[in-house]
């Protein structure tokens, strides 16, 4: 069963049956929006980039993007760039994947976020979602759509986080400003 | 030392009698089938099982345990043997497991020779649902024994087996319930023998052994104790026909030839023999419960355990690869980053409860009120058990992951092969030439201060993209236990002697060709394995000798580097040895002159690329006076220190590993031995 999520709102990463979560990945997709206008079947390609960052008590230790795929530890594994988006609906064009068990024991919340990072806004991309699935299994846990576009080139997506022995999930889904994650530092920090 | 099979591998056998150890979690029936050179069995008399647990060459336990011993003596068998399969049955019974998945732990077999030499060891993992399991097969091929590691599981059970090896299914279903009824007594729980026996109503209405017979074999075990009593009381065919139709109800449906099974339930009664026991033994109640269905909450069945829980257990070969050799480089290069990146989980752990500490710290000094009094020493402790807590938790997990890849470490050390494996491995004292150059060589170890006896080893790809340089200098971090000046460089020259005897071996005969320049003559004595051998012309002495020897592979290069770019491989010269060759300079830059030195950059800049590489023996302070112009020479080669040095970082997180430089343990001549056998290859 999947939960569409609003912004906000929190999930718990605890199995129905009582057991926890070991793996889950951060999908996201997205499909650049068709221009209007003459050449309306044309389409400006898109570049939007996952990355998720590991805080110890809102003090960023590791970044996981493009440009760093594996975080230090091991535990968070970015599946590589798409620079183009998904032609089609529903498949994920980025993928972060969390071992949870494997994260340091210090690590007490995983942020993630999406940048837009050839500059366009939110406007111009279609279908965009990011989806949270436990990866054992395939099922999709928690779906949140990147709707509402707006003049923004970023988003605060969603933030995995210890809550008691398991891991939480919660919604965030604020828009920002930058180009990669470290422009949103500022941003994200009032989330923690 | 033994090696560590995984499923699907084989290796030649040095013995015709062979001892099969097998031990598992609970109780189990080993037994074996002689198959004949199409890998069928000719007739169910082929099986040995533990009704008939003798045949000429092989001999089995006739009980259900959990240790076994299978003997086989192959030059006692048959001739139309060539496959003798080891396969191991869930007897069943109450309490016991009814499938391999839930045996733990897993059955281990360990193959050896009568003399207690071990030769190969494999455990069963990845089963499931299975109840019996063809576990190793001992096969004739070219005249050589050889074992392979099977593994393979039926659901079926030992009928499915048994049919699978070409047996009819009615004689294997036949041959699988006498195998099992036959070791039911053994298979009993112990607390039961005191009960009256009626053996007339074990008899008459084909009930045997526990539910849990049945639960393992379906309707074959019904069928079968119906036929097993002594022929005074067998019962017709028409009761067996109608007996597991009646009591066990759909059971009689799982026998895919159920109907045809049945009436030849008499015939499977002479199979298990005189010795077999009675089937319905002392106690034993009527169940006439579905053998699948168990009402919830009976006491009579406990659920099998429950699987571990723990990380699987790891074995030899777990990683991606075409060949074993390259499953095993990929799975050390996977316990390398593992280990860099569990360390760092602990270290970045460690650093930022440290810093919190220091932090909270300070906040508590900040406030005057708190500097002096019981305030400031509580603020202290709260701290300093914050620190100890969370770096507590972090050492927790890093030695759960250590343990792991310290257990990987135990399985895969043990497999690797010769080019891969430390000088002190047993797979060097029977080594024998490859047929084809290996994909790596193992250069040393690593290690991390966290757990020092943990060892990484450094495997590099062959063919080598750069030269290798054994520094025979003194290095800022080798500390005052190393040997200084002249022991330094004895040291060095040595190690060099041990990459140059493995990038041999790591090679077919002829393939791979060393030279040397040596001009003062101090390695000879470290040379001697290699000249006493043939495998290296002792080195020309004095700076002619330097530039004779640099001139010849020179020419070399620049012969093959041009046919290269003339795409005219066929107009090289006849007299130009194919082969690679790795050339030994010792005590560079003594006997250089500014020509040969602008030579070697030569060699260490284009040779690799036409399969000429270096292996410098040199102390970097005795080329200082040629100032920076060497820096790129130096930088192009892989520095590999002949004692313990912090150098290497790893890919990843670049931690700064400790190598260690390999070592042949003293007097041993396995250098001399493995020279050997390189040069009786070549003749």
Known sequence: ???????????????????????????????????????????????????????????????????????????????????????????????????????????????????????????????????????????????????????????IMAKVHRAGSGWQMTALGAPANGRTFKDLMPAILPHL | MTAELVRGQNLPLPHTRLEIRVSAGTPLLAGATLADDAGRLSGPGRVVHPGAPARPGVTIPTRAATEHLVTLDLAALDPETHRITVLLVLPGGPGRPGSFGSVTPPPRLSVGGAAGAGVAGYTLTGLDAETAVAAL?????????????????????????????????????????????????????????????????????????????????????????????????????????????????????????????????????????????????????????????RPAGSGQEPAPPAPPSGPEAPWAGDAAGWTMDERLYNQVWGMFEDLARTTAAY??????????????????????????????????????????????????????DLAQLTAEAEVVEPALPPAYAPWDHPAWQAYRPPAEPAMAVRLGDLHLPERPELRIPVLMRLPLERGLWIDGGRGPASGAAAPDGAGLRELAVRTAVMHAVRLLAAHPPGAYKLDAVDPAGTGAAAFAPLTAAGLLAPPPQGAAGVAAVLDRVVRRVELVRMAMRGGAADALPPDLDPAARLLIVNDFPYGFDDRSVTRLRYLADEGPAVGVHLLLVADRADAAAYGPVLDPLWSSLLRLPPVPDEHLADPWVGHAWTYQPPVVPAGSGVLGGVGAALAASRR
């Not at chain 1, 912004?7 to 009582?18: E, M, P, R, V, W």
């Not at chain 1, 690590?107 to 940048?115: A, C, E, G, R, S």
């Not at chain 2, 607390?191 to 017979?213: E, K, V």
């Open chain 1, 1 to 155: 069963m999947t939960v569409n999520m609003t912004k906000g709102q929190a999930i718990s990463l605890q199995k129905s049956d009582g057991g926890t979560l070991t793996e889950v990945r951060m999908g996201l997709g997205w499909q650049a929006a068709k221009r209007r206008g003459l050449f309306g079947s044309r389409t400006r390609e898109v570049d939007l980039d996952a990355s998720a960052v590991l805080f110890a008590e809102k003090q960023a230790l590791d970044v996981v993007f493009f440009r760093h795929l594996v975080s230090d530890d091991g535990s968070v594994k970015h599946t590589g760039d798409n620079l183009v988006g998904g032609a089609g609906q529903g498949g994920d064009d980025e993928s972060i994947l969390v071992d949870l068990q494997r994260v340091p024991v210090h690590v007490d919340q995983i942020v993630f976020t999406v940048n837009s990072f050839t500059g366009q806004t939110f406007q111009e991309v279609q279908n965009a979602f990011c989806r949270l699935v436990d990866e054992t299994n395939g099922q999709e846990l928690a779906r949140y759509t990147l709707d509402g576009g707006g003049q923004y080139t970023a988003q």
């Open chain 2, 137 to 293: 097969e001992v096969y004739r091929r070219q005249g050589v024994w050889k074992v392979r590691a099977v593994g393979q599981g039926y659901a079926g059970g030992l009928s499915a087996l048994l049919a699978d090896q070409g047996l009819a299914p009615a004689s294997a279903a036949d041959l699988a319930a006498a195998t099992l009824a036959a070791a039911t007594a053994e298979a009993r729980p112990a607390h039961l023998p005191d009960a009256p026996y009626d053996a007339g109503t074990g008899a008459g209405t084909g009930i045997s052994a526990g539910p849990g017979t049945h639960a393992a074999t379906g309707g074959i075990a019904a069928s079968a104790a119906a036929a097993l009593p002594p022929a005074d009381r067998a019962a017709t065919p028409a009761q067996t026909a109608s007996a597991p139709a009646a009591t066990t109800g759909a059971a009689a449906a799982d026998i895919p030839s159920g109907p045809a099974a049945a009436p030849k339930a008499p015939t499977g009664a002479a199979l298990p023999g005189p010795q077999s026991p009675p089937s319905a033994p002392p106690g034993t109640t009527i169940s006439y419960q579905h053998p699948r269905r």
């Open chain 2, 347 to 400: 270290r970045s752990a460690v650093d930022f409860a440290d810093s919190r500490r220091e932090q909270e710290l300070d906040r508590a000094l900040a406030d005057p009120r708190a500097r002096l009094g019981s305030a400031g020493d509580a603020a202290r402790a709260a701290a300093g058990a914050r620190y100890d807590e969370l770096t507590g938790r972090a050492r927790e997990s890093l030695d759960r």
